[in-house]
C-alpha cells in the first residue's frame, strides 16, 4: 500500500481567466502523523509502573489524547508496557504462564478509548530472562506468541491489524538496554518475536500477518550502536529472512523541524547506499520531535511555536515523501508528546497539555489544559483525503514565504476543502499582506458552498500566555483563571459564512506570529451531521467535569460542538457552552456558583448552522 502513492490530476474544472489554469497534482493523504508516545516516569518495576499507568494523571491525559477529533491520534507508543504482565509459574509441560490481568485493564481502557497501542517488547518477563539464560530465544518466541493470541482472543482480529509490533526501544542505549543484549543476543530476541507473531497469527484458513517493526534506533555509529546496525546489516543479507518489515529509526532536530528532515535525510541515505535491499521497505521516524530531551523546559514548548513546529514537520514529511526517493516509503512519523508535566515546568516541557497538580485542594488534583500543539492536531485531522504538494508562496521583498497545504476531497463526493496555511519556520515579520487564492470550483445556482477559517495565534489561543501575563504563573490557578486559559485553548473562530464568491480573500498582515490558519469549505450537498455518541463525564473535582463524546463518522464539515444541561427532570435545558467555540469534542464544566448535577448531552452545528440530533442523554451526579 504504502509506496504506491495515486496521482490524482486536479479533478475540477479549471477557472476560465485567471493563474488556476496549470493543473496541479494530487495525491492520496495518507495519515501518516497521527501516533504519540511516552515513557512512564519512576522506576521500572512492575509495581511502580503499575501505579504510573493507572493513575489519575496518566488516565486523564489518555482521555484528553481521545478528546480530539476522529482518527486525530490513533496509535499510542509507551514505552515498559508489557513490564505489567507477570509469570505465574510453568505448566507441566515447562511453558511459562502469565497474568495479563494488569495489562488486559490498561488496554481494555485504550480500547474504548479508541487507541490503538504500539506494543513494544521491552521487559524482562517478570525475571524468568535472568534466571534461564540459555533458553532466552524460545522464552521471546512463546512470550510474543502468547502476547499476540491472548490479544487475539480478547479484541479479535480486526483491532489487532491495526496495532503496531515494535522490537526494544533504542537497544543501545545503556539506560534502555537493562537486559545486556549482547549483539548474538539481540539478533536471537528479534527473531524470536518474529517467529512468535507468526505462530500467534496462525489459523486454519487466513491465518493473519502481524509486522514487526523496528530497531527503533537511534543509529549513531557502528561502534557506538552495534545493535541497530547488526540487524539492518544481518537483514540485508538475505531480505527473505529480515524478521523486521519496517525500519523504524529515531531523529529529531535541534530545535528546528528542517533539521528533523536533514538529519532522517542523511541517515537513510545511509542505510540504503550501505544496505541497498532496505529500498523497499515501509520507514518509520518514531521519534521525530524538534529536539531532544522531553522533559527539558523550552520556552516554545508552551505555545503556537510548537504548534507551528509539529505542523512544518509534518509538512515537510509530506513534502519530501512525493519528491524526495528518499523518503517514498515513509510509512509514518510519531511525535514523543504524551508525557505529563510536572512542577514548575507546566507549558514547558514536550507536552500535549499543561499539567497543574493541585496540591492546594483537599484532596489533590491535577488539571490539565490543552496546549497549542494539541489543537493543532486536531486542527491536522481535518484535512481532506488528497494533496498537493506543500505550496510555498513567497512574500513580496522578503524571504518570508507562507507554506499552504491544499487539500480536498475526492472527485464524486460532495466538495470538501481544507487549506492549512502557516508563515514558515523562523518568520519575524510579514508586513501588511492580503492573500488571495482563486479556489479550484465554479459557484452555481444549484450547490451552495459555506466556509470556514480558524486560526492558532501566538498571544491570542494561547492559554500559557494568559498564564504568566494574567496569573503570574501560578502552580495553583484558581476557576477564572482556568476558564480563561481554556477559554484560549481552541483554535479561534475567525470567519465564517457562505461564500459568495470561489475565492478566498484574508489579510493576514496582523496576526501575531507565529499562527497556523485552517480554511476549509463544504458543499450543502454534504450529509447533515449525525448525532454524536452520548457524553462521557468524568470528575476532576468537586463542581468541576471533564465531559468529552465519541464523534460520529462524518464530521468534516463540522463547525462546533454545543453542550446542554439540564438540572432536574423537570428544568428546562439550558445551552451551557454559549460563547464557546468547540471545534474538538470535549468541555470541562465548571460553573462558579451552581452544582454540576443534572442531565447532558450534545449536538453538532455544521458551516450551515444545520444541527445534528442531540445525542442520547446522560445523568450525572456528584459523589
Ligand atoms: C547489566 O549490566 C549491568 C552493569 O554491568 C548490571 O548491573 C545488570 O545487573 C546487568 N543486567 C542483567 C539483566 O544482567
Ligand atoms: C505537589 O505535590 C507533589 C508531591 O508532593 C510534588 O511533587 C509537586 O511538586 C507538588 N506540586 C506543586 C505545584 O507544588
Ligand atoms: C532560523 O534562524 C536561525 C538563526 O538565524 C538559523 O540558525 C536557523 O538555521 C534558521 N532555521 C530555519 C529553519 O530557517
Ligand atoms: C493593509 O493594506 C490594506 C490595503 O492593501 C489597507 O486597506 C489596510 O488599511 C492596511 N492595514 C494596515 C494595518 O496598514
Ligand atoms: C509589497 O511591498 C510594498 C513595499 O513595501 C508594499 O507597498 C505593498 O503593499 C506590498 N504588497 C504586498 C502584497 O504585500
Ligand atoms: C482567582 O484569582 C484572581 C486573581 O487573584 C481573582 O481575581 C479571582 O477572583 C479568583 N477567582 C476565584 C474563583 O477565586
Ligand atoms: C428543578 O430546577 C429548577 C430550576 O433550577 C427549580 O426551580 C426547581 O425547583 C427544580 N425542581 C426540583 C423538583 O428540584
Known amino acids: 500500500m504504502i509506496g504506491t502513492l495515486l496521482l490524482y490530476l486536479l479533478a475540477f474544472k479549471p477557472l476560465q481567466n485567471n493563474s488556476y489554469t496549470e493543473e496541479e497534482s494530487y495525491y492520496e493523504l495518507p495519515r501518516f502523523w497521527t501516533s504519540t508516545g511516552f515513557c512512564p516516569m519512576g522506576e521500572i518495576r512492575r509495581e511502580s509502573l503499575k501505579a504510573v499507568f493507572f493513575s489519575e494523571e496518566v488516565q486523564m491525559n489518555l482521555l484528553h489524547i481521545t478528546a480530539l477529533p476522529a482518527g486525530a491520534i490513533t496509535h499510542i507508543r509507551i514505552h515498559w508496557l508489557l513490564k505489567l504482565v507477570k509469570f505465574i509459574q510453568y505448566s507441566t509441560a515447562g511453558v511459562p504462564m502469565y497474568d495479563f490481568a494488569d495489562l488486559d485493564a490498561f488496554i481494555l481502557n485504550l480500547d474504548e478509548l479508541g487507541l490503538f497501542p504500539v506494543v513494544e517488547f521491552m521487559t524482562d518477563l517478570d525475571g524468568i530472562l535472568a534466571s534461564n539464560p540459555d533458553i532466552e530465544g524460545s522464552l521471546w518466541q512463546d512470550f510474543s506468541y502468547q502476547v499476540t493470541k491472548h490479544y487475539l482472543n480478547l479484541l479479535g482480529a480486526k483491532k489487532l491489524l491495526q496495532w503496531r509490533f515494535e522490537t526494544w526501544n533504542e537497544p543501545d542505549v545503556r539506560n534502555y538496554n537493562r537486559l545486556n543484549f549482547t549483539v548474538e543476543g539481540y539478533l536471537q530476541y528479534v527473531m524470536a518475536l518474529r517467529n512468535g507473531l507468526t505462530a500467534g497469527g496462525r489459523r486454519k484458513v487466513n491465518s493473519l500477518h502481524f509486522k514487526l517493526r523496528g530497531p527503533a534506533g537511534l543509529f549513531k555509529s557502528n561502534g557506538e550502536h552495534p545493535l541497530c546496525w547488526s540487524l539492518i546489516q544481518t537483514c540485508n543479507l538475505q531480505m527473505s529472512h529480515c524478521p523486521i518489515e519496517v525500519l523504524t529509526y529515531h531523529r529529531k532536530g535541534q530545535g528546528f523541524a528542517k533539521e528533523v528532515i536533514e538529519s532522517s535525510s542523511q541517515l537513510l541515505k545511509n542505510v540504503y547506499e550501505k544496505y541497498t535491499n532496505f529500498r523497499s521497505i515501509p520507514v518509520s521516524n518514531d521519534e ?70 493541585m496540591n492546594n485542594s483537599q484532596p489533590a488534583h491535577s488539571q490539565f489544559i490543552q496546549k497549542p500543539v494539541y489543537a493543532a492536531l486536531g486542527m491536522l485531522s481535518k484535512l481532506a483525503t488528497l494533496a498537493a504538494d506543500v505550496e510555498t508562496i513567497t512574500l513580496n521583498n522578503s524571504n518570508n514565504e507562507l507554506w499552504l497545504l491544499k487539500t480536498c476531497s475526492i472527485e464524486n463526493t460532495p466538495l470538501y476543502l481544507s487549506w492549512l496555511l502557516l508563515p514558515q519556520e523562523n518568520t519575524t515579520t510579514l508586513g501588511n499582506f492580503t492573500l488571495r487564492r482563486q479556489l479550484p470550483f465554479t459557484l452555481c445556482a444549484k450547490e451552495n458552498f459555506a466556509y470556514i477559517i480558524e486560526i492558532l495565534e501566538q498571544g491570542h489561543t494561547d492559554p500559557a500566555h494568559i498564564w504568566r501575563a494574567k496569573a503570574n504563573a501560578t502552580p495553583f490557578p484558581n476557576k477564572t483563571q482556568r476558564a480563561e486559559m481554556r477559554y484560549a485553548q481552541t483554535p479561534r473562530l475567525q470567519a465564517t459564512g457562505l461564500l459568495s464568491r470561489a475565492e478566498f480573500e484574508l489579510n493576514i498582515g496582523h496576526f501575531q506570529l507565529p499562527w497556523i490558519l485552517l480554511f476549509r469549505v463544504c458543499s450543502y450537498l454534504s450529509p447533515v451531521l449525525k448525532a454524536p455518541r452520548p457524553p462521557v463525564i468524568t470528575k476532576i473535582a468537586e463542581g468541576e467535569i471533564f465531559i468529552f463524546w465519541h464523534e460520529a463518522d462524518t464530521v468534516q464539515c463540522l463547525k462546533t460542538y454545543e453542550v446542554w444541561l439540564k438540572v432536574n427532570a423537570t428544568a428546562e435545558w439550558n445551552i451551557i457552552s454559549k460563547d464557546w467555540h468547540l471545534p474538538f469534542p470535549s468541555f470541562q464544566f465548571a460553573p462558579p456558583h451552581s452544582s454540576v448535577n443534572g442531565f447532558y448531552r450534545v449536538r453538532g452545528i455544521d458551516f450551515f448552522n444545520r444541527r445534528s440530533k442531540f445525542s442520547n442523554i446522560v445523568e450525572y451526579i456528584e459523589i
Not at 317 to 333: P, Q, Y
Not at 348 to 354: E, F, S, V
Open 288 to 357: 521525530a520531535d524538534p529536539i531532544a530531551g522531553w522533559s527539558t523546559p523550552q520556552s516554545y514548548h508552551e505555545d503556537v511555536r510548537y504548534a507551528a513546529k509539529l505542523v512544518y514537520i509534518t509538512f515537510l514529511h509530506w513534502h519530501v515523501k512525493i519528491s524526495n526517493d528518499v523518503f517514498k516509503n515513509l510509512e509514518s512519523i510519531s511525535h514523543d508528546n504524551a508525557f505529563i508535566s510536572y512542577h514548575p515546568y507546566e507549558f514547558a516541557q514536550r507536552t500535549l497539555l499543561a499539567h497543574f497538580r
